[in-house]
C-alpha cells in the first residue's frame, strides 16, 4: 500500500495543514449563518442523514483526488498546489453561489414579503413555502450546472 501513495515532504505539511484549517473555519462560519437562520441548534446537525451525507462528499472527493492525483502516480507531474486547487473547486462553488444566488434571492424574497404581499412570513401566503422553495432550488440548480465545467479559477494565497 506504501509504494501506492506519493511522497510527503516536510514543506508541503504546513501548507495542506493551513489549508484544511481554512476550509474548516470557513465550514463552521457557513454552518452556523446556516444555523442561525434556520433557527435550528448545533445538535439539530448529529443525525444519521447529516452523517451520510457528509461522509459521502467526503469520500466522493477523495475518490476523485486519487484518481487525478496518485493513480498512474501522475503527482509527479503536478504540484501540491494544483491538488489544493482541485480540493478549494467545491468551497469556491459554495462561496459563488451563496453570494450571488442565496443573498440576491433572500433579499429580493424579503423584500417582497414586506412591501409586496405586507406579511412577516411566506407561512401566511398560500403555497408560501412551495414558492420560496423553488426560488431558491431552481437558481441553485442553475449555478451549480454553470458552475461544474470549472467555470472559474481558484487561487492561492501564496500564488504571485
Not at 502516480?73 to 462553488?93: C, N, W
Not at 412551495?130 to 481558484?154: C, K, Q
Request: net charge positive.
Amino acid at each position: 500500500m506504501l509504494p501506492l501513495l506519493p511522497p510527503v515532504y516536510k514543506r508541503n505539511v504546513g501548507l495542506v495543514a493551513r489549508e484544511m484549517l481554512n476550509g474548516i473555519v470557513f465550514f463552521l462560519v457557513i454552518a452556523a449563518m446556516a444555523l442561525s437562520l434556520l433557527d435550528q441548534r448545533p445538535l439539530s446537525l448529529l443525525s444519521a442523514t447529516v452523517a451520510l451525507t457528509a461522509l459521502a462528499i467526503c469520500v466522493s472527493h477523495l475518490v476523485r483526488a486519487w484518481w487525478q492525483f496518485v493513480a498512474g502516480e501522475s503527482y509527479r507531474e503536478r504540484t501540491p498546489a494544483d491538488a489544493i486547487k482541485v480540493g478549494l473547486r467545491p468551497v469556491g462553488r459554495l462561496v459563488l453561489l451563496t453570494l450571488f444566488v442565496v443573498a440576491p434571492i433572500t433579499v429580493v424574497l424579503a423584500l417582497a414579503l414586506i412591501f409586496v404581499f405586507e406579511v412577516d412570513s411566506s407561512s401566511a401566503l398560500p403555497y408560501g413555502r412551495t414558492i420560496v422553495l423553488l426560488a431558491y432550488v431552481v437558481p441553485l440548480g442553475a449555478g451549480s450546472v454553470w458552475l461544474r465545467n470549472d467555470r472559474f479559477e481558484v487561487g492561492l494565497q501564496y500564488e504571485d
